[in-house]
């Protein structure tokens, strides 16, 4: 099983910048699905993007797509998450995971604690 570690969150201004990273602490990632979610406060998780084991395929929820970019570097075990043009409604815990494709958190198995963004206007 693997365990994963989030880092590259802080507070930034609306219409700004932030690269999430995500890099196996224990196991390596480059068989798995990797995905990341998000939960505002008073909001249920929500589903972001996914890139499949092999970077071919990727699925971004609509309010991201155009946005945020997914990638992964399985030489240094980790998995990004690009964001830009970042507004107050990306403000949330992201939590990256390891599963199975998909865009349900039932998909994955393996979950990061998460790492806060905070968006001001």
């Known amino acids: 099983q693997v365990q994963l570690v989030e880092s590259g969150g802080g507070l930034v201004q609306a219409g700004g910048s932030l690269r999430l990273s995500c890099a196996a602490s224990k196991g390596t990632l480059n068989s798995y699905t990797m995905g990341w979610f998000r939960q505002a406060p008073g909001k249920e998780r929500e589903f972001v993007a996914a890139?499949?084991?092999?970077?071919?395929?990727?699925t971004y929820a609509d309010s991201v797509k155009g946005r945020f970019t997914i990638s992964r570097d399985d030489a240094k075990n980790t998995v990004y998450l690009q964001m830009n043009s970042l507004n107050t409604e990306d403000t949330a815990v992201y939590h990256c995971?390891?599963?199975?494709?998909?865009?349900?958190?039932?998909?994955?198995?393996?979950w990061g604690q998460g790492a806060q963004v905070t968006v001001s206007s």
């Open positions: 995971a390891a599963g199975a494709f998909g865009v349900e958190a039932g998909s994955y198995g393996a």
């Open positions: 890139m499949n084991w092999n970077g071919i395929r990727t």
